[in-house]
């Protein structure tokens, strides 16, 4: 199966290259995910907003450990994006508020920042290319 979430670093196109990177970094499946429930958790209910929001961390991981691991190519998993895409999904549940904000942790400006700045930068500082092999196989 090839990996959808790989970045494979590239030449040429340097403009495409990154909005490829930044798409792949930011788990939008488990955000949709997490939105989709996250609203229905009422704004008293702190710890099930809090469990809802770290299953739905779980769920990011799987997600691009199996979305960054290409047997066929012997490229294993690419640890990186796995904690990136944790982080930019904890950024983008800080940012939407969830429980952060039951919990009296929560600053707009932070988020915005945060968010912004994580969503630009990052893919500009990381170019891929970390687990080129496979259970110990070269590539």
């Given at each position: 199966m090839p990996a959808p979430y790989r970045m494979e670093p590239t030449e040429g196109e340097p403009f495409k290259s990154y909005f490829g990177r930044v798409m792949k970094m930011v788990p939008v499946e488990v955000i949709g995910l997490y939105l989709g429930i996250a609203g229905f958790i009422p704004d008293k209910?702190?710890?099930w907003q809090l469990v809802w929001a770290l299953l739905c961390l779980g769920c990011v991981i799987p997600s691009r450990i199996l979305g960054t691991q290409d047997?066929?190519?012997g490229k294993g998993i690419d640890w990186v994006v796995v904690v990136l895409s944790c982080v930019a999904y904890l950024i983008w549940v800080y940012t939407i508020g969830?429980?952060?904000?039951s919990f009296n942790?929560?600053?707009a400006i932070v988020a915005g920042?945060?968010?912004?700045?994580?969503t630009f930068i990052v893919?500009?500082?990381?170019r891929g290319g970390v687990g080129d092999q496979a259970s110990g196989q070269a590539a």
């Open positions: 209910e702190k710890v047997r066929e190519k969830g429980p952060f904000k942790i929560y600053n920042a945060l968010s912004a700045l994580w893919p500009l500082i990381y």
